[in-house]
């Protein structure tokens, strides 16, 4: 599966601070609004019962409990507001009356100085408030911790309670996992999906065979409604049989008075209706409007991980291989698809047509089982003996062209290098009006969001980068994943790291033009920032709830996956050791499951040369325990010691952890510092070793190319000899390794073993760097503090902060030019560079975006792909643009434009309107609810809007788990877009809160974990560096 980070994907995560200046003078509370629908007739009206954002309990601690970076006579109006119940909003937008932050004032006052009695109830009502909010939710001592929190099923032990069946009767399982001794051979479903009712009605069979002698069947069922089923044993006759079910964990059992022996085959049939889903999971309904203007429903599948259930009886877990033969009945206006290709169409005495696939010649796991039932239209090729197809919406089939073009290519690819031809007659690619993730890898009938398979002829490089792939990426699945199964969810990252690490790899090969590998290297970075937490795991860790398997589906499992993938190739001897460790492994496990070891282990048995090393004894220690290491430079004359030492961000000095790990060290010099040739390889096995180098050298630097997943510390002497070099000529270092000091900087003073003063010492060099990806990272990381300030209101820092960066990268912004640029690489610099301008308020970028909407909405001109984001979010700042867009979002047809255009109305400042919008889109009628992560992330981004955000997550939790699954990327990008924010004792205290008082509606996902402990170490960032930024910016 592909994630579809939304964050990941985009080329710039900046500020949206864009602010006209009539636009909040007088800013009318939301509760009002909602009421007064006409004061806001551009968009439809709000529903005032459906608006729920009347001050509640946790409001009161918005700003101001424990803080102590407002003054005092700010903090008395704060709280006097708090005790008269205002909201929050009024202030929040009051302070954002002025165009730019050179210029912005101190917040006009809303309250009048208050009464020396006023203070004191402020001051008592404060305290009670603190104090029970402290005794309620105060955080639980593991927080911090070596090993955090436990969840509570860590163990899954065989419950204390036995399970009640629905129909009153003991249920005969008590486990999670199913039983092992029966397992299915064959299924052969039959299904009639009826879109007048959105039900659908199934018949199940399947084929077992007993592998230990047992009186139950156990297997899977959700909201499965069973109105018949019976049972034959061998030899016997069938016979009726009472089916139990088990809810809570989805369960369905068939308890016998006889043992069924070892050996025995059976079949069980099971009939039963259900509801198509209303979620994106399951057999689940979707639509669109057609180009005449008429909905069109469609029903199609997304299993992985838990979803198969959900459509049919099975036994849905991994390592449950069987066949499958599938047959739909359907209108005769409708076409299907399933995994297999069509075997024939038979119409039936009720007028529906039944298409029956062929039987899979494949064992599959029941979360790559497919099927659609829709009116699409494809256009096909055949290649290597397998006839690939791109199937879309009738109207943008001639978006599909360069979706064939690219599979057909990586087809061939993965062919040569896995040298195992991928087994099916068919691969089909499908483009789905309504869909979640990215895409997903059923096999032979690849699914995929719009944006992620169409695009346009004349659409940019960047566009295709992203189609390319998520098709690289699902495509590998094909043999990692389909063809080679991980037993257990706890080795998800078998599958997701290795498509994610070999979409970059086949890409950099077979389309080089797209360069892919700055990418991969910004989202090497990223896993590192979340590996850093101690709310992190494990790449290979234990998962025994189903939320717990949702949470797998992280950049821990993909990036981080595919970043050791990346960093044992490169510091394995030649370059096929590892392309013939991953045939042996998929030769030898072809057909069935696997767990981590059997990797590695596949990988040692290549011998290449004597010195090799054991490939399971390093890579186990990147696999198996959480983080990475911080590897410390000290030099004396020719010695250079090298220590390593868990990287972990925490707030707790207490917490220790002895983790060690393999590490390739890698490293080049002053005498040679570009080629490959020059990087040197030293295993560092040990808490510390030392390597020998001339004198005469001048610097070091470690990972090279941040092929490796360490962070590197050169120390004070160290850093200075790096940014001596940079300084006097930036061309020392590659790209990467620049890129790579910068990322490495940052996260130093996160840590807190360097200062920001520091920092800036290195982003001195910037002055003179033109390349994307040190521009981009640098930037990034900019951009973050500069988020963080202004949502604490530090508007003097953030006005220098903004001088900042208009200083160090004004001169290359105003190089950048604003028609068609050929290079992906400059693409991605010029979009970041001009939408980190823009949003800065730079007049030059504001005006000339401005400019091209115009002649965009005249239609006298196109807008470059990789600039349509910066230009639609500064329309989007105008009152009349915005209205504009949204009319543009309703009648586009071009799923990534609607999304860009879509980015554009959400980073409006405009409160009544950010409230409209999430509303919007948690509805789904205006806006795919699909997109309701993306618009949550964009308004948390802008200072008018985060805070509503966050409410509206509060007040909508159980849809928004009901609509997305409880940990799932979607959730976890909701709760992180949300609080990633936050850097204050009350906002850490209002989080904990919220997430305790859930329980077992999502208090023990780790992303909450996670945005309590990001929320803490912001805290920490800001009080000690706040005094630095105000000395040195
Ligand atoms: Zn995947």
């Not at 997304?302 to 739909?328: M, V």
């Not at 490959?676 to 001048?698: A, D, I």
């Not at 409160?911 to 919008?917: A, F, G, P």
Request: glycine letters at 4%; a negative charge; proline letters at 4%.
């Amino acid at each position: 599966m592909d994630l579809f980070d939304s964050n990941s994907t985009e080329h710039a995560n900046l500020p949206r601070n864009m602010i006209e200046n009539s636009m909040f003078e007088e800013e009318p509370d939301v509760v009002d609004l909602a009421k007064d629908s006409t004061a806001f007739p551009a968009f439809p009206s709000l529903d005032p019962d459906e608006v729920s954002y009347e001050p509640r309990s946790s409001r009161l601690l918005v700003r101001g409990l424990g803080e102590n970076d407002m003054d005092e006579d700010e903090e008395d109006c704060e709280s006097s507001a708090r005790l008269l119940g205002m909201s929050f909003m009024n202030r929040s937008s009051a302070h954002r009356s002025n165009s730019s932050p050179y210029t912005r004032q101190p917040p006009p006052r809303s309250c009048s100085r208050p009464s020396a009695r006023t203070m004191v109830v402020c001051v008592l009502f404060l305290v009670i408030v603190a104090s029970m909010t402290m005794v309620l939710y105060f955080l639980p001592g593991c927080t911090f911790t070596k090993a955090g929190c436990r969840k509570p099923n860590n163990t899954a032990p065989a419950e204390q309670i036995s399970p009640i069946s629905t129909n009153g009767e003991l249920f005969p399982w008590t486990q999670l996992r199913l039983p092992r001794s029966i397992r299915p051979l064959s299924y052969e479903l039959t299904l009639t999906p009826d879109f007048d009712s959105m039900t659908f009605t199934g018949i199940t069979v399947i084929n077992m065979s007993v592998f230990h002698n047992t009186k139950i069947i156990v297997l899977h069922g959700a909201n499965l409604n069973i109105t018949k089923a019976t049972f034959k044993l061998d030899g016997d006759p069938i016979r009726d049989v009472t089916v139990l079910e088990y809810k809570p964990k989805q369960q369905i059992a068939v308890k016998f008075t006889e043992e069924l022996k070892a050996g025995q085959r059976c079949v069980l049939t099971l009939s039963y209706s259900a509801n198509l889903s209303h979620t994106y999971d399951g057999f689940y309904n979707s639509s669109y409007t057609d180009k005449d203007g008429n909905k069109q429903v469609l029903a199609a599948t997304q299993f992985e991980p838990l979803s198969a259930r959900k459509a049919f009886p099975c036994f849905d877990e991994p390592a449950f291989k069987a066949t499958f033969l599938i047959k739909i009945n359907r209108k005769q206006n409708y076409m299907t698809l399933s995994n297999m290709p069509k075997a024939e169409s038979t119409p039936l005495s009720n007028g529906l047509v039944q298409d029956e696939f062929e039987k899979s010649s494949v064992n599959m796991s029941t979360y790559l089982v497919a099927f659609i039932v829709a009116n699409f239209t494809p256009i096909s090729r055949n290649v290597s003996e397998t006839m690939v197809s791109v199937y879309a919406v009738p109207e943008k089939k001639e978006h599909a062209n360069y979706a064939l073009e690219t599979a057909s290519k990586l087809l061939k690819f993965y062919n040569n290098f896995f040298d195992i031809n991928y087994p099916l007659k068919k691969l089909d690619l499908v483009a789905i009006p309504d869909f979640l993730a990215g895409a997903m890898e059923n096999w032979g009938l690849i699914t995929f969001r719009e944006t992620t398979l169409l695009v346009r002829k004349e659409s940019s490089l960047l566009e295709k980068q992203v189609v390319a792939s998520v098709i690289a990426h699902e495509l590998a699945h094909q043999w990692f994943g389909n063809l080679v199964t991980m037993s257990w969810w706890n080795d998800l990252w078998l599958n997701e790291g290795f498509a994610t690490y070999m979409q970059y790899m086949s890409l950099q090969i077979e389309l080089p033009e797209l360069d892919i590998g700055n990418l991969f290297l910004a989202v090497r970075f990223r896993a590192m920032d979340k590996d850093a937490l101690n709310s992190s795991h494990a790449v290979s860790t234990e998962v025994n709830t189903p939320e717990q398997v949702e949470e797998m589906f992280d950049s821990v499992s993909y990036e981080k996956g595919a970043s050791i993938l990346l960093m044992l190739n490169a510091s394995l001897p030649g370059n096929q050791q590892f392309r013939k460790g991953i045939i042996n492994y998929l030769n030898q496990f072809n057909g069935s499951n696997t767990v981590t070891d059997d990797l590695w282990n596949s990988l040692t048995q290549v011998d290449v040369s004597p010195h090799q090393q054991n490939i399971l004894e390093m890579m186990s220690s990147w696999t198996s325990q959480k983080g990475f290491p911080l590897v410390t430079v000290s030099r004396k004359g020719d010695q250079v010691t090298l220590t390593q030492e868990h990287f972990l961000l925490t707030s707790d000095n207490t917490t220790y952890t002895s983790s060690l790990w393999n590490i390739p060290v890698t490293y080049v010099n002053d005498s040679c510092s570009l080629a490959p040739e020059c990087r040197q390889l030293f295993t560092l096995k040990t808490k510390s070793g030392t390597l020998k180098l001339p004198e005469s050298v001048k610097w070091l630097k470690l990972n090279y190319r941040n092929t490796g997943f360490y962070i590197v510390h050169y120390g004070e002497e160290g850093w200075a000899a790096l940014i001596d070099a940079l300084s006097t000529n930036v061309s020392v270092l590659t790209h990467e390794d620049r890129a790579s000091l910068i990322h490495n900087i940052f996260a130093l003073s996160r840590l807190g073993r360097v200062s920001f003063h520091q920092v800036l010492n290195l982003l001195n060099y910037m002055h003179s760097e033109t390349e994307t990806t040190p521009v981009k990272e640098a930037l990034l990381q900019l951009n973050n503090i500069y988020r963080l300030l202004d949502k604490r209101q530090e508007s003097g820092l953030v006005a220098r902060m903004r001088a900042y960066i208009l200083g160090q990268f004004g001169s290359l912004m105003e190089n950048q030019t604003w028609s068609e640029e050929e290079s992906v690489s400059k693409q991605e610099l010029r979009s970041t560079l001009l939408e980190t301008a823009c949003g800065l308020n730079e007049e030059n970028c504001t005006q000339k975006a401005r400019s091209l909407f115009k002649q965009y909405v005249n239609g006298t001109l196109r807008i470059p792909g990789d600039l349509q984001q910066v230009v639609f979010t500064v329309a989007s700042q105008s009152d009349k643009d915005w209205t504009n867009l949204l009319n543009m979002y309703k009648y586009a047809i071009y799923d990534s434009e609607k999304r860009k255009i879509l980015q554009g109305l959400a980073s409006t400042q405009d409160t009544r309107r950010i409230v409209w919008l999430l509303k919007a889109a948690l509805n789904g009628d205006i806006i795919n609810t699909q997109e309701l992560p993306l618009v949550i992330s964009t308004v948390c981004k802008g200072f008018a809007g985060y805070l509503f955000a966050w409410d509206f997550i509060q007040v909508n939790w159980d849809r928004l788990i009901e609509k997305f699954r409880m940990g799932s990327f979607a959730i976890q990008t909701i709760i992180k877009s949300a609080t990633s924010q936050f850097s204050t004792q009350a906002h850490f205290e209002q989080v904990q809160a919220f997430f305790s008082s859930l329980k077992e509606r999502g208090s023990q996902m780790r992303s909450v974990q996670e945005a309590l402990e990001t929320i803490r170490l912001n805290q920490l960032w800001m009080d000690k560096n706040l005094p630095t930024l105000r000395k040195w910016l």
